[in-house]
């Protein structure tokens, strides 16, 4: 009896532990569907991969097999409150009440491993119909390539609720894809004007010229093969799936035309080079599928009532779609708020025996405001205090770009040097081939009947040669003289005005800066370029030999 209810006990047992192990495949079957598994086709959320000479995209999943790629955006800097002056907006005076000039600071929010920079991901494309309806429609559809047209007709409000949902999503179901910043993880929402406006320019992938151009550089000419806008040899009147055209310089596709784009803060007027105290409705960017061509342009903006008074509802419009920036906090762990703290004290001190007189004559207001038993002269003096303070912080900030464009010149006259000097060795090294050819002809030559004609054209070929390669190698010499000279008082101009500590903290700065506009080559000469700055500071001279035989070991002239 006792071994038959033992029987019937395991039975139960075995019963009970094969409903649960199939419920916990089940389970796991559907986490890996809904989750981390991405089984879309990649041409219907990424049909454009990052080639492998650029940083690798960021894709994170989706609910029912999607996906969405991103696109680093790089801001380097050397410490936690430094920030990259950008000047955005245009210099159209019809348009300026909203999109005129202004300067704007920017900064990254991820720690790039390698390297004094840091940044910010922001959508590689425009958010998709299928990528809209696999997180808030309750089925998943099947994918295609219509649903690979913007998502339109949508309000601001439910872009910041895809925002949040896409967000909670992935902190449930794939929370190691967000990337990281310290102990805190990244989240997803609308991007900033600023945010945008950089990357759509470009951001540090062109020079200063392109970045102030009213649209990022088309190579070929034709913007027609890197934005929809209102043409029959453009959109027609009609939205596109994205990225059948080509990038902007950062690999973005459609940030001009196609859907214009939302953006996270309320719409300000411009007051010649600020925001207007008014905070007005939503902003969208980048021009649509109905903007002229002449009208498409990164400084672009216009303002939308968040509400529609004719319907009674959100506004929203069949031409206006978003895509989405993966950021983090700003004080992610009590480590970083003390590294904040620490930095923002030393702000309004200048670097440098310029900062020493103004230093104290802040901490003598300081002291005075107080001693003062009268509060109207205490507040006079706090005032003049903090204007102190903002002053000091923006010369110290025109300082260091000044340091750091230096810095770049200094790399730039020393792969001068050594190019020259590459360029001398050339024609050195044909003149010798030359003549050793020669004297070989002359040898074999020798004695044979007739030879001298030939012999005598062959040395007046060699003379008319000579004479030109000695006034290319007379040009060359000459010009290596200057660059090694320019090279030589740009250490000693600007070890006189900056220390080692200051070259040293921005030179990786420089070094991100090189990297992002694939200028890598020009690296070990800006450190070169910061050695010398030491040596002129140890040794209060300079040997220019010396300056060049160092050059040249990066890369040896012959």
Known sequence: MFN??????????????????????????VSVISGEEITWPEK???????????????????????????????????????????ELGQSDADRGYKEGRRLSHLAGAFTVKEGATRRYYLGKYEVTRDQYAALMQPDCAKPNMRGRIPITGISWFDAVEFSRRYTEWLLEHAPDALPKEDLATGFLRLPTEEEWEFAARGGLAVDAADFLAPRFPTPDGDLARYAWFESSGS?????????????????????????????????HL???????????????????????????????????????????????????????????PVIVSPQRLDAIKQSWTGLPQ??????????????????????????????????????MEQSQSAINE???????????????????????????????????????????????????????????????????????WDDSLKEIETSLANSLSYYSDMAVGVGDDYNDAEAGTQLPVVEAELKA?????LIPYARLFVAHLRAYHVDQS????????DLLKLEPAG
């Open 4 to 29: 038959q209810r033992s029987e019937v006990r395991n039975r139960r047992l075995i019963r009970i532990r094969a409903v649960v192990w199939g419920l916990l495949s089940l389970l796991m079957s």
């Open 350 to 387: 200048l670097s440098g025996d310029a900062g020493t007189d103004a230093t104290q004559a802040l901490q003598q207001l300081k002291d005075l405001s107080i001693q003062t038993q009268d509060d109207a002269l205490r507040t006079r003096l706090e005032l003049i205090q903090r204007n």
């Open 235 to 267: 959109a027609g009147g009609e939205l596109h799936p994205v990225g059948l055209l080509k990038p902007n310089p950062l690999g973005l596709y459609d940030i001009l035309g196609n859907a214009s784009e939302l953006t996270l803060a309320p719409f």
């Open 44 to 86: 219907l959320y990424n049909p454009a991969a990052a080639p492998p000479e650029q940083p690798a995209d960021l894709i994170l999943p989706m609910p029912c097999g999607g996906a969405m790629a991103f696109r680093p955006v790089e801001i380097p800097g050397s410490g936690w409150l430094d920030d990259r002056p950008v």
């Open 542 to 549: 300079v040997d220019k030999g010396r300056l060049q035989q």
């Open 398 to 468: 025109a300082r260091i770009r000044t340091l750091r464009a230096l810095l770049r010149t200094g790399a730039f006259m020393g792969k001068r040097v050594v190019t020259d000097a590459q360029r001398a060795q050339v024609i050195r090294n044909l003149r010798k081939l030359a003549e050793s050819r020669f004297k070989d002809l002359s040898d074999r030559a020798h004695g044979v009947a007739g030879s001298d004609k030939l012999i005598a054209e062959a040395r007046d070929a060699l003379a008319g040669k000579q004479a030109k």
């Open 270 to 328: 411009d007051r010649r080079g600020r925001d207007h105290g008014q905070a007005g409705g939503f902003v969208s960017r980048g021009g649509d599928v109905f903007t002229p061509e002449n009208q498409l342009g990164s400084a672009v903006r216009q303002e939308h009532n968040y509400f529609d008074p004719g319907t009674g509802h959100a506004k929203t419009m069949d031409s206006l779609g978003f895509r989405l920036v993966v950021t983090a």
């Open 517 to 521: 506009k694939n200028n890598a080559y």
